[in-house]
T-cell receptor, first 112, second 117 residues
Framework: AQSVTQLGSHVSVSEGALVLLRCNYS??????LFWYVQYPNQGLQLLLK??????LVKGINGFEAEFKKSETSFHLTKPSAHMSDAAEYFC??????????FGAGTTVTVRA | DAGVTQSPTHLIKTRGQQVTLRCSPK?????VSWYQQALGQGPQFIFQ???????QRGNFPDRFSGHQFPNYSSELNVNALLLGDSALYLC????????????????FGAGSRLTVL
């Protein structure tokens, strides 16, 4: 079975500051890891995915995430926050079955 | 290229009623998954359909059922609605066979928001 834990339900950053969203996973098999973003009244959009290739994964909109097996982590970062980054972010994991298991989400607000 | 389309976008039902939600997958995709997202929570896996059969199911009661049609579109049915069924229901499509079980990237629709009174 696979699961993820997102640390912090809400993150507030200033425009131009670093965005860091934390995700730890648990998996009995080598995991596939994903970050999705959800804007108000919309579905989920894939930011990036890790599928056992490079441990540093670059995604859309300037986001990237690093897979650290020793820490069972897959934290999401963006060097400089933009107002348009305000949204809810979900970390998800899948393994040897067909379902995605999502974290509870982290809401990001960006201060001008 | 149209993505995943869901209908209706919003609906209100009363306890005990039945509801049917519909989903058309992204062009070229053959697999449909359904997720329930309660307010303030992450999506929870309901089930996945492939080749018109339920391939895997999450921890949801039998009141939740589905169907996949030959054109890959899908329906989610919920019987005997409870207040706790109020949620955003998300449909996601993917293409099976590209990279193994878990590597398939899901494309999500905007969801159907169900309110049960």
């Amino acid at each position: 079975a696979q699961s993820v834990t997102q640390l912090g339900s809400h993150v507030s950053v200033s425009e131009g500051a670093l965005v860091l969203l934390r995700c730890n996973y648990s998996s009995s098999v080598p995991p596939y890891l994903f970050w999705y973003v959800q804007y108000p009244n919309q579905g989920l959009q894939l930011l990036l995915k890790y599928t056992s290739a490079a441990t540093l994964v670059k995604g859309i909109n300037g986001f990237e995430a690093e897979f650290k097996k020793s820490e069972t982590s897959f934290h999401l970062t963006k060097p400089s926050a933009h107002m348009s980054d305000a949204a809810e972010y979900f970390c998800a994991v899948s393994g040897d079955d067909y379902k995605l298991s999502f974290g509870a989400g982290t809401t990001v607000t960006v201060r001008a | 290229d149209a993505g995943v389309t869901q209908s209706p976008t919003h609906l209100i039902k009363t306890r005990g009623q039945q509801v049917t939600l519909r989903c058309s997958p992204k062009s070229g995709h053959d697999t449909v998954s359904w997720y329930q997202q309660a307010l303030g929570q992450g999506p929870q896996f309901i089930f996945q359909y492939y080749e018109e059969e339920e391939r895997q199911r999450g921890n949801f009661p039998d009141r939740f059922s589905g169907h996949q049609f030959p054109n890959y579109s899908s329906e989610l049915n919920v019987n005997a609605l409870l207040l706790g069924d109020s949620a955003l229901y998300l449909c996601a499509s993917s293409l099976t066979g590209t990279g193994g079980f878990g590597a398939n990237v899901l494309t999500f629709g905007a969801g159907s928001r169900l309110t049960v009174l």
